[in-house]
Protein backbone atom coordinates (compact mmCIF):
# COMPACT_ATOMS: atom_id res chain seq x y z
CA UNK A 1 0.00 0.00 0.00
CA UNK A 2 2.87 2.19 0.96
CA UNK A 3 4.30 1.82 -2.54
CA UNK A 4 1.09 2.68 -4.34
CA UNK A 5 0.67 5.78 -2.38
CA UNK A 6 4.86 7.07 -2.82
CA UNK A 7 4.05 6.76 -7.15
CA UNK A 8 0.36 8.15 -7.13
CA UNK A 9 2.30 11.26 -5.04
CA UNK A 10 5.38 11.61 -6.90
CA UNK A 11 3.99 11.25 -10.40
CA UNK A 12 0.99 13.67 -9.60
CA UNK A 13 3.27 16.17 -7.91
CA UNK A 14 5.31 16.25 -11.05
CA UNK A 15 2.59 16.43 -13.62
CA UNK A 16 3.47 13.56 -15.65
CA UNK A 17 0.15 11.44 -14.69
CA UNK A 18 -1.14 12.60 -18.50
CA UNK A 19 2.20 9.97 -19.58
CA UNK A 20 -0.03 7.69 -17.94
CA UNK A 21 -3.01 5.77 -19.46
CA UNK A 22 -3.57 2.41 -17.64
CA UNK A 23 -1.92 0.82 -14.65
CA UNK A 24 -2.19 -2.64 -13.28
CA UNK A 25 -1.08 -3.57 -10.16
CA UNK A 26 -0.94 -7.29 -8.64
CA UNK A 27 0.71 -9.78 -6.34
CA UNK A 28 3.09 -12.08 -7.61
CA UNK A 29 4.65 -15.02 -5.24
CA UNK A 30 8.86 -15.24 -5.27
CA UNK A 31 10.22 -17.57 -7.31
CA UNK A 32 13.91 -18.99 -7.59
CA UNK A 33 15.24 -17.22 -11.55
CA UNK A 34 18.14 -15.38 -10.74
CA UNK A 35 17.13 -12.10 -12.71
CA UNK A 36 13.34 -12.72 -12.32
CA UNK A 37 12.05 -9.00 -10.55
CA UNK A 38 10.31 -12.00 -8.15
CA UNK A 39 13.90 -13.60 -7.15
CA UNK A 40 13.47 -15.14 -3.35
CA UNK A 41 10.68 -12.32 -2.48
CA UNK A 42 7.06 -11.89 -3.24
CA UNK A 43 6.21 -8.68 -4.63
CA UNK A 44 3.21 -6.56 -6.49
CA UNK A 45 4.34 -5.65 -9.77
CA UNK A 46 3.07 -2.08 -11.45
CA UNK A 47 2.35 -2.11 -15.25
CA UNK A 48 1.94 0.82 -16.90
CA UNK A 49 0.23 1.51 -20.59
CA UNK A 50 2.01 4.50 -22.25
CA UNK A 51 1.00 7.84 -24.40
CA UNK A 52 3.29 7.59 -27.34
CA UNK A 53 5.42 10.32 -26.35
CA UNK A 54 8.77 8.81 -25.76
CA UNK A 55 10.28 11.86 -24.09
CA UNK A 56 6.69 12.03 -21.53
CA UNK A 57 7.09 8.57 -21.13
CA UNK A 58 10.88 8.96 -19.99
CA UNK A 59 10.08 11.50 -17.52
CA UNK A 60 7.44 9.68 -15.38
CA UNK A 61 9.41 6.15 -15.39
CA UNK A 62 12.11 7.66 -14.11
CA UNK A 63 9.76 9.41 -11.58
CA UNK A 64 7.86 5.76 -11.17
CA UNK A 65 11.65 4.15 -10.44
CA UNK A 66 12.82 6.94 -7.62
CA UNK A 67 9.34 6.70 -5.99
CA UNK A 68 9.83 3.05 -6.06
CA UNK A 69 13.67 2.82 -4.75
CA UNK A 70 12.62 2.73 -1.14
CA UNK A 71 11.52 -0.50 -1.77
CA UNK A 72 14.49 -1.99 -3.81
CA UNK A 73 11.68 -2.30 -7.11
CA UNK A 74 13.22 -4.83 -9.57
CA UNK A 75 12.55 -3.70 -13.25
CA UNK A 76 11.06 -6.70 -16.02
CA UNK A 77 13.49 -6.88 -18.33
CA UNK A 78 10.72 -6.97 -20.88
CA UNK A 79 9.17 -3.34 -19.92
CA UNK A 80 10.49 -0.37 -19.82
CA UNK A 81 13.13 1.13 -17.51
CA UNK A 82 15.68 3.55 -16.66
CA UNK A 83 17.48 2.51 -14.61
CA UNK A 84 20.73 -0.19 -14.67
CA UNK A 85 19.22 -2.72 -12.91
CA UNK A 86 22.09 -5.05 -12.37
CA UNK A 87 22.71 -3.75 -8.84
CA UNK A 88 19.05 -4.70 -7.73
CA UNK A 89 19.74 -8.47 -8.68
CA UNK A 90 21.60 -10.24 -5.99
CA UNK A 91 22.44 -12.76 -8.44
CA UNK A 92 23.84 -11.01 -11.43
CA UNK A 93 27.86 -11.41 -10.81
CA UNK A 94 27.10 -15.05 -10.99
CA UNK A 95 24.75 -14.89 -14.29
CA UNK A 96 27.67 -12.86 -16.14
CA UNK A 97 30.22 -15.69 -14.77
CA UNK A 98 28.00 -18.22 -16.35
CA UNK A 99 26.18 -16.31 -19.25
CA UNK A 100 27.91 -16.49 -22.61
CA UNK A 101 28.91 -12.71 -23.75
CA UNK A 102 26.27 -10.85 -25.47
CA UNK A 103 26.42 -10.99 -29.49
CA UNK A 104 28.19 -8.16 -30.76
CA UNK A 105 26.84 -8.76 -34.43
CA UNK A 106 23.21 -8.42 -35.04
CA UNK A 107 21.63 -7.08 -31.75
CA UNK A 108 19.40 -4.73 -32.42
CA UNK A 109 20.13 -0.87 -31.38
CA UNK A 110 17.48 -0.73 -28.75
CA UNK A 111 20.07 -3.40 -26.76
CA UNK A 112 23.05 -1.92 -27.77
CA UNK A 113 21.92 1.68 -26.22
CA UNK A 114 20.71 0.29 -23.56
CA UNK A 115 24.15 -1.88 -22.64
CA UNK A 116 26.18 1.16 -23.63
CA UNK A 117 24.39 3.17 -21.07
CA UNK A 118 23.96 0.83 -18.20
CA UNK A 119 27.07 1.36 -16.54
CA UNK A 120 26.59 -0.35 -13.15
CA UNK A 121 24.58 -3.24 -14.99
CA UNK A 122 27.54 -3.89 -17.72
CA UNK A 123 27.17 -6.37 -19.96
CA UNK A 124 30.65 -7.21 -21.14
CA UNK A 125 32.80 -10.28 -20.63
Do not use: N
Not at 53 to 61: F, G, L, N, P, T
Not at 90 to 103: N, T
Amino acid sequence: MFAIRQVRITVAAAGCTPALRISEIRTVGADTSWLSPLYQRASAAFHFTWVPDAEAVRDAVELVERALAPFEARPHWGKVFAAAPGRLYPRWDDFRVLAPPPPTRGASSATRGWTASSADCDMTW
